[in-house]
């Protein structure tokens, strides 16, 4: 069965017979593949090899190295192949506590084949700390099947592995994808239309009385918190029949504009930062003020929670960050007074990291809670507000130069940028943008120009949809983590929108 299939040519047939025999042996249909190799005359394994094999899986080192001296087995390198088997011939000696013979095994045989020279100087420990046989076996099984050439041996999954590419690929070149794995299909080619990016605008709340300058979705998706210029937040509920959001709470108290709101972990309480002013704690069922934070004379910039919703992290106009606990007490932080405003604060959900920015520095600080050291990323420009992706280990920063960075802060490496976008507009104002869409592989963030504007993190080459609808320029966006079809974005008409998919 020479020869290819395919309208390019370049699948050979003989190599497609024996992947899809390994996977009918995978799937555990051997009958059907050993009809297969019969009809097609195209075996999985050489028969040579597949003699070896099986040796080996009887644990026959001697007759293993006897047929690669007899028949001639096309190997990668001969030296290693016998070395591997003499190696395990030397440790059954020593599991027989034959000594002697694993003695002259390693010393006569083994020794100068002059290969693995790291491996020959650990194996005399043996002796003292004999290995785990089972684990050995697995192990020396896969090393001796390695030692033949890549097109010998079929590898283990392989049309599986092909097939997930395949897909992979597919999605990756898709400049709309926001759907779940669940719903790639081997059937047919893989597209994900505009019609899966929230770009309708389904709902429009108001109730705010000026500008929305802030807003954020709960953990758990059912709710939504905004803030505004008119001294007041709005915590905003999902009706779960009809999908449409009504006003919960009004939450009056704040004699300054809201510039921030903040859900607890478990989304049973919110916090808000008052400009300059304080911050303050309300219970979201009853919409009640439960808790009142600050200091005397100093005035908040922006607020979040202790990762565990045990306490308050506040950033203030002295420059300084202070926590509390929800009883009121002042939790003692070591990080010094910084030389600007901080003008955003925030805990990474992990309670490692206290993410902040200074108003006028070109420079985002990670102070680690448990070293009290503290990790300085220099940027190209003024910071003008971030913001964390869910798994803590990219951050979102927008930038004064009407760019949008995103760094890589896993921890495992020094902090690096890893993309870079633009298109929105920003001039005066502070936009906020947001990670969201299926496994926050997309952009949002708000623009001057009264838009909204949303890219896919593996394409900077500009924003996959622009949704027009405000009268005003749109301060903050947030996309729901439970619902990856649903968008939110707070304006200065004083309204907020709810995008969803456009059906039609």
Not at 2 to 13: E, F, H, Q
Not at 141 to 150: D, T
Not at 297 to 304: A, H, N, Q, T, Y
Not at 313 to 324: K, P
Request: aromatic share 8%; glycine share 8%; net charge negative.
């Amino acid at each position: 069965m020479d020869g290819t299939i395919g309208s390019k040519g370049l699948v050979k047939k003989t190599e497609l017979v024996r992947i899809i025999t390994d996977a009918l042996i995978s799937l555990g249909f051997n009958g059907i593949a050993a009809d297969l190799e019969n009809q097609s005359g195209v075996n999985l394994l050489d028969p040579t090899i597949k003699h070896f094999l099986d040796l080996a899986e009887r644990k026959e080192w001697h007759n293993c190295i006897t047929l690669l001296q007899e028949e001639g087995l096309q190997v990668r390198d001969e030296k290693v192949a016998r070395f591997l088997l003499l190696e395990q011939t030397f440790l059954d000696f020593l599991k027989d506590d034959n000594l002697d013979d694993a003695l002259n095994t390693l010393q006569e045989e083994m020794t100068p084949l002059g290969v693995k020279r790291r491996r020959l100087e650990k194996l005399p420990s043996k002796f003292v700390f004999p290995d785990s046989g089972e684990e050995r076996f697995i192990e020396v099984m896969r090393k001796l099947q390695k030692v033949f050439p890549p097109a010998a041996i079929v590898p283990e999954g392989r049309l599986v592995r092909l097939l997930e590419e395949s897909l992979y690929h597919q999605m990756r070149d898709c400049d709309y994808h926001n759907a779940p794995d669940t719903d790639m299909s081997l059937c047919f080619d893989h597209c994900c239309w505009k019609s899966k990016i929230p770009s309708k605008a389904v709902q429009t709340l108001v109730g705010h009385t000026d500008e929305v300058w802030f807003l954020k979705f709960s953990n758990n998706g059912k709710y939504l918190a905004s803030s505004s210029k008119d001294n007041t937040a709005i915590i905003w509920e999902i009706n779960a029949e009809g999908g449409a959001f009504s006003m919960k709470h009004k939450l009056e108290g704040h004699e300054k504009p809201v510039v921030e709101v903040s859900w607890s972990p478990d989304d049973q309480q919110v916090i808000t930062c008052g400009e300059s002013e304080v911050i303050k704690r309300w219970d979201v069922g009853s919409g009640q003020c439960v808790q009142t934070c600050g200091r005397d004379d100093v005035g908040s910039i922006s607020c979040g929670w202790l990762h565990d919703g045990s306490g308050i992290i506040g950033a203030m106009a002295d420059r300084r960050i202070y926590l509390w606990n929800l009883d009121g007490t002042e939790i003692e932080h070591e990080q010094g007074q910084r030389g600007q405003k901080i003008s955003d604060v925030a805990m990474t959900s992990d309670g490692k990291w206290i993410v902040s920015v200074g108003r006028e520095q070109n420079e985002i600080s990670l102070f680690d809670r448990v070293t009290r050291g503290e990790t300085v990323i220099q940027v190209e420009g003024m910071v003008t507000s971030f913001s964390l992706s869910r798994d803590d280990k990219y951050l979102l920063v927008n930038l004064i130069t009407q760019e949008i960075h995103v760094w890589m802060i896993d921890g495992r490496r020094e902090p690096r940028r890893v993309y870079k976008f633009s298109g929105h507009k920003r001039s005066r104002f502070v936009i906020r943008s947001c990670f969201g869409g299926y496994d926050e592989n997309f952009i949002a963030s708000g623009s001057e120009d009264s838009q909204v504007y949303i890219w896919h993190t593996d394409f900077e080459r500009g924003p996959c949809c622009v949704l027009p609808g405000h009268g005003g320029a749109v301060n903050c966006v947030s996309w729901n983590p439970t619902d990856i079809h649903m968008l939110a974005s707070a304006s200065d008409d004083r309204t907020i929108r709810i995008w969803g998919l456009d059906l039609e």
